[in-house]
């Protein structure tokens, strides 16, 4: 026994498995379990060819309506110059404006790494980006201190 709704959605009410299949066969159908899990088993007569289409262009249409964010990866060094830092930030900007999030990196090597640790270079320098960057972009995730590479991620605002 099994409960079965026609494919305009009425529900034919409970009858043999055997009948729902010679019902589906008359009008040219098949018969699709939808929940076996219940007392009786839900069926439902369709067209399993048609449904399985549908669904995959539906698919198809999700993932080309849907906007992939990218990950720009701009590099600083602790000690940057104002002009340069500038137009590192142009280049953020065309990348926030673009809609794509952006990870700012700073490169740290050698005796600079012994001096930004000294004066606390990183920290200062990343609030001065996000002064700079203020209602344009909301910060996202800080890097770990224990990290070797610090990094902001910053997304755009909505």
Aim: proline fraction near 4%; aromatic fraction near 6%.
């Amino acid at each position: 026994m099994v409960q079965v709704i026609s494919a305009d959605g009425q529900n034919l009410g409970t009858m043999a498995t055997s009948a729902a299949l010679q019902m589906a066969m008359d009008e040219g159908m098949d018969l699709v379990e939808i929940n076996a899990n219940s007392t009786p088993p839900i069926v439902k007569i369709m067209d399993y060819g048609k449904f399985k289409y549908e669904q995959k262009k539906r698919a198809n249409e999700a993932r080309k309506n849907q906007k992939t964010v990218e990950m720009k990866e701009p590099w600083v060094k602790p000690f940057i110059e104002e002009n340069d830092l500038n137009i590192k930030m142009k280049k953020v900007f065309e990348f926030l404006d673009g809609g794509n999030k952006v990870k700012i990196a700073v490169m740290t090597r050698g005796s600079k790494k012994v001096l930004a640790r000294g004066k606390d270079a990183v920290p200062e320098l990343f609030a001065r980006i996000l002064e700079i960057i203020g209602a344009r972009g909301t910060l996202e995730a800080k890097s770990k201190p224990d990290e070797r590479t610090k990094s902001i991620i910053v997304a755009p605002s909505k």
